[in-house]
C-alpha cells in the first residue's frame, strides 16, 4: 500500500493550491483518507477526511470552514484537499494516510507518505 501526497508548494496570503493523494495497492472504496499537516514544532493535526465508500466528510477545527474542500475520485484512486485563502499559519508539512474511518485516532492511520510541503508567504 502507498499514498503519495502532492501538490504542495508556495503561495501568497490568499492564494489557493489543491493537493492530491494518489492511492495504490489497495481499494479506495474501503478506506477513510485523512490529510493531517504538522507545522515545525507541533503535533500532528487531522486537517480533514474522507470515507471514500460513501463520500462521508469530516473537517477538523484547525481550519476556518469553507476554506477546504476534500474530495474523491476512485476511478483515479486519487484524494484531493482544495485549500482557499491560504494564510501564513496554513504552513506546514501535509501528509495523508489510511484508517478503516475517520473518527480512528492518530495510531490507527496508515501507510503515510513522506508529506508535501505547503509554505504561505504574508
Known amino acids: 500500500v502507498q499514498l503519495q501526497a502532492s501538490g504542495g508548494g508556495s503561495v501568497q496570503t490568499g492564494g489557493s493550491l489543491r493537493l492530491s493523494c494518489r492511492v495504490s495497492?489497495?481499494?479506495?472504496?474501503?478506506?477513510?483518507i485523512g490529510w493531517w499537516r504538522r507545522a515545525p514544532g507541533t503535533e500532528r493535526v487531522l486537517v480533514s477526511c474522507?470515507?471514500?465508500?460513501?463520500?462521508?466528510?469530516?473537517y477538523g477545527g484547525s481550519v476556518e470552514p469553507g476554506r477546504l474542500t476534500i474530495s474523491s475520485d476512485n476511478a483515479k484512486n486519487t484524494i484531493y484537499l482544495q485549500m482557499t485563502d491560504l494564510k501564513p499559519e496554513d504552513t506546514a508539512t501535509y501528509y495523508c494516510?489510511?484508517?478503516?474511518?475517520?473518527?480512528?485516532?492518530?495510531?490507527?492511520?496508515?501507510?503515510w507518505g513522506p508529506g508535501t510541503q505547503v509554505t504561505v508567504s504574508s
Open positions: 494516510a489510511r484508517a478503516g474511518g475517520c473518527h480512528f485516532p492518530l495510531t490507527d492511520f496508515d501507510s
Open positions: 474522507i470515507n471514500a465508500g460513501d463520500g462521508e466528510t469530516y
Open positions: 495497492g489497495v481499494t479506495l472504496d474501503d478506506y477513510a
